[in-house]
C-alpha cells in the first residue's frame, strides 16, 4: 500500500528520503539547547511584570534572597550597563531593559539565580515590585492608542503596491463588494519551550539557545554585551518548533550571559509556557478594509485594501501583505496601505507565513464574496483572473501553476457535486458545506556559505549553519550533498545550528532550502571540477583526456556516461590528497558581493517574492469540507484537499510532512486560535495550553496533499520554492467559505466559534 | 512551587487524623494531584503538608460494586477504570460517557473520582495570582471576571462575587442520578446528598463546598432507578476532545409507552456548580418528548440564566444543547 507519508516523486521532485535525524528525534538522543549538559549549573528564573505601563517604584528582594540556594538577583538597578541593540538592528524589540519603565506587560523584570530550579522558583514569588501605574491601550480601538502610515516608519514598506486609478475602476465596476475582516492575536506556542542557557570560558561565550538565526543571534548578543562577535559562539543543533518565535534575538539572552559572568558559573534559563507570550514575539491582531470591483463575466477591475496591524509603543513591526496580495491575481487597478497602531504590548514579530496570512485571508473570502455576488463558481472566478503577469509593474511570473493545483484539488475533492447555492446541502442534522482559497507564498532566497569535505571513501561531511526547526533541513542538505557528490545520503554527515559554522539566513522566509542547497551545490560543484580536472588530465587513469563536460560523479565514482569510471580513492591518490575540502559562498542574483559579509555580521537581506524582475511565489488551491451541527452549531471539518506547486520539490517525504501541517494550523487559525486580551489591563489571558486552542487529533480527519510537478529555472539555481509557509495561508479563508457555503453565514474575523454561528 | 511536607497515609483513620491535627498547617490530600498540583505550581494553592491517600487505592475504596441499592463508586477509582467499566457503561451510560468526554486519557488514569468532583474553576482570574481581584482566591477582593474576558464563564448560579464555571463533567451525572456521597473525617462517618456538596458562590465563593475541614470522600452511591439505563451526556465544546464544555447536558429518561415518567436533567459548562435543572425535569413530566416540549423544558430551565457579556451565547447554546440531549435520550434503544 502506497504510504501517504512519502509520496511517489513525480517530475522535478527528489526521493522521499527519512529524514536523517528522525530516529535520534524520536528516541531522545536529539541534544536541543537546553538539553546540552554544562558543568555545574546555577539556574534561572524570571519575573515578569503584572501591569503593562507605569513604572517600578520599588522592588523588594528581602524575601527571594532570604530563600536558602539563591545566588544573585538580577534588576535594572544592575543591568544598565548594557547596550542597547534596537529592534531592526538584531533585537526583536526596543523593550529589552528590566525597568523601571514598564512597557508591556510580561516584561521581565527581575531574573532570579539559585543553585536549583526550585529554589529560583520559590525565589521569584518573593520578588514583590511596587508600581506607578498608568492606564494602558490594548489593542484597536482602545484609549491612547496611536496611528501610523507604514510607509512612512517602515523601512521595508516605504513603497506598497499601486496600480492605476482604483477608485476611479471601483466607481465604474458593475459589481463591487465593500467588505471587513479581522484576524486575532496569535502566539507560536512551540512546543520546545524559551530556553538559554551561557557558559563563559575566560572571556568567551557559548549560548545554548533554540535560535532560527544562530548568527543574528551571535552578534546581536556580543553589541548587547560590548564584546567581540567572534568571542561568542551560539549553538542550536536542533529547535523544538520555532514557527518564527526564535528567529530574532530576545532580552532574556543577554540576561542570563550577565548572569553567568557575574557568578563565573554557567546558568541555565527555561522559562515558563505562560511567560512565552510576553517574552518573545507573536502574531498581532489585524484589520482589513477590501474593496473589489469586477465586470458581469467576473473579470476584476480594481482592488483596494486597507489593513491595520497592532504593534507595540516603541517599534513599527508591520507585515504588509498587500505586497503579496497585490500581485496574485490580474486585479486591473490596485490601491493598498497599512496603518500601523500602537498599543502597549510587546512588540509583535514574524509568525509562519507573517504576511500572508491575515492578508490572504481577507483577500480569499472577499475573492468568495465577490464569486459569490457575480453568480460564479469560486475556481472558475479565479480562473478568470488567474495570470502569468502581476498587475504590479506587468512584472512576468517566474512560474505559476495555481490553476493546475486548483485542477488537481478539485479533481481529488469531487468539487463538481458542489451545489452552488449555500445551505442546500444536508446529511442528518449536519450542514454540509465546500469551499476553496488560494494559498500563495514569495519564494525568497537569501545568501549563505558552505563547507564540503569528500573523502576517497565516499564519506561527506557538510558544514553550514542552517537551522533544523523541524523542517528538514538536516536531510535535504544532506540529500543535495549526496546527489552533486555521487554518494549515498547515508555517507554524508551534516553539521548545521552552530555559529562557528559558514553562515546561512535566518530559517525564516521559508528560504532554507533554496539558500543552503544552491550554497551546497555551489560548493559540491568546487569538488566536482577538482575530481573532473584530476581524472581528465591524468596521464594514464581511465578518463584521461576526455572533456569534463561528460562526466559525473555516480556510486563513488568519476563516470562517463558510456560507463567507463574512476573511483574516487584512485583520483585523490594520484591527487595525492587525504581528503578534498571547499568552501563556497552563495550570492543570489540581485545582491551585492557584500550580502556575505553582512552575513557574517548577523545581517541578512534576501530577495525574490514580490520584488525584483519576475515576480516570484510558490501557489497552492486548498478546498475543504465542513459539517455544522444544525442545532448547536459545532464546526467540523472532515477532509481537506490541498495541492501545491513550488519549483523543484527535494524530498517528498518532508514536503508532505511541511504542507499537511502546515494545512492543519489552517484549520486551527480558522475555527481554534486566538489568544484573548482584556483590554482593562493589557493582559492575555489564556497564556497556556490548556486555554490557548489548537486542534486535536480529534478534530483532524482527512488531510490529502497533491504535489504539483513545476520547473523554475529563475528562482535560485536549486530551482527551490520555499514551501514552509505556503500551506497554512488560505486554509482560514477556505474554512470560512466553507461555512458560508454550509450555513449561508459569513463570518468575517476569525476564529469562526460556534457562538458566531447560534443567532441565526 | 513553595516547599511543602509530604506524608503518605495507609489508611483512613490515619489520612483523616493527619488532615485534622489540632493546630497544624494548612493540609491537602493528594489523589491524582491533576488540579492541586497544577494549582501548587501557580501558588493558587499553598498546603504546607501534602498527604498522599493513594496507598489507600487497593482498599475497598477503590473499587466499583453493583449491589441492590445501586451503583457504588469509590474515591480513588481513576477515571478511566470507571468511563472503562462495562456495569457503568450499560446500566448508566451517563457516567461512562461524562467520564470519557472529560480531559484528556492521560489525565483520565491518573484523576480520581473523589478528586475529580473537586477540581477547581478554570478561570484564569482565579488560576493567576498576579490579578489582584478574586473573590475565591481573596475573599473581598473583587471579581476581575465580571466585566473581564468571561467567554467560558457560569450564567447559572453566578453572584456579583463570582461567576467561575464548574468544570467537571461526571458531577453532572452523579446530580442527575441523584447520587449520594459518603465522607469520612475524624470526628466520624456521614452520608449527604451530592447536590449538597457544592455551594453556590454567594458571596463566600471561597467556599466551594460543604466539606468539613479534613473531610474526605469515600464513595459514591447511585441509587438503582429506572431511567439510569435511558441516559446520555452531551458535551458541546470548542474542539473535539481536551476540553471544557461550553454547555454540556445530563439527561436520563424514564419513559412510558413515550411519555415521561420521570427526567433527570443536569447542565454543564454553564454554571458555577454542578445544576440540576428541576425546572425542566418538572416541565417534562408526563409529556412526550418533542422540539415543543423540549424547548419549553429548555426555556424553563435557562429562566433565571444571567449572561455577563462574553458568555452571552451559552444561554442559547445551553437551551440547544439540552433540546438536542433530550431528543437524542429519547430516542436511545434500550
Redesign the interface.
Known sequence: MANAAAPTPKANMGPAAPRIDARLKVTGQAHYPSDTPVGNPAFAVLVTSAIARGRIERLDLDGARAVPGVLDILTHENTGDLNDVKFGHGSGTSIEDLGPEIQQAGQIIAVVVADTFEAATEAASGVKPAYSEQTPSATFGSQGVTQEDATKVSPQHKHLPQAGDAEAALAGAPVVIDVEYETPTQHHNPMELFTTTCAWTGDRLTVYEPSQFVYGLKNGVAHRLGIDPDKVRVVSSYVGGAFGSKGTMTPRTAMIALAARRLNRPVKLVATRAQGFTIATYRAETRHHIRLGAARDGKLVGYSHEGFEVSSRPDAYVVAGVEDSAQIYAFGAVATKVNIVHADRNTPGYMRSPPVVPYIYALESAMDEMAQKLGMDPIEFRRVNDTMTSPIGNRPYSSRSLMTCYDQAAAAFGWKDRNPQPGSTRDGDWLVGYGCATAVYPTHTGPAAARVRLKPNGEARVQIAAHEIGNGAYTVIGQMAAERLGIDLASVTVEIGDSRLPPAPVAGGSNTTASSCSAVLKTCDLIRARLFHAAVTANDGPLAGRSADDLTLRDVQIAANDGTGESFADVFKRMGVAIIEEYAEFVPNGLKPQAIADLYAGKLAMVGGSHGEKVMYAMGAELVEVRVHALTREIRVPRIVGAFAAGRLMNTRTVHSQLMGGMIWGISSALHEATEIDPRYARYVNDNLADYMIPVNADVDQVQVILVSEVDHDVNPAGVKGLGELANVGTAAAIANAIHHATGIRIRKLPIRLEKLLQA | ???FVYERVGDWAAATQAAGRLGSAPASYLAGGTTLVDLMRL?VMRPERVIDINALHDSRYGRIEFGQNGLRLGALVRMADAADHPGVQRHCPVIAQALQLAASAQIRNMASLGGNVLQRT?C?YFR?V??AACNKRNPGSGC?AL???N?MHAVLGGSDHCIATYAGDFAQALIALGASVDLISADGARTIPFAKLHRQPGDTPDQETTLRPGELIVSFTVPAAPWTRRSLYLK????????FA??SAAVALDLDDGAVREARIALGGVSTVPWRAAEAEAALRGKTINDQTAMAAADAAFAGAQGRGHND?KI??GK??L??ALRQAAALEI
Request: hydrophobic share 30%; charged share 40%.
Open positions: 512551587m513553595r516547599p501558588e478554570r484564569t493567576d498576579s490579578y476581575a466585566a473581564g474576558v467567554r458541546v465544546r470548542d474542539r473535539q476532545s481536551y476540553e461550553l454547555a451565547f442559547e447554546l440547544r444543547t433540546r438536542r
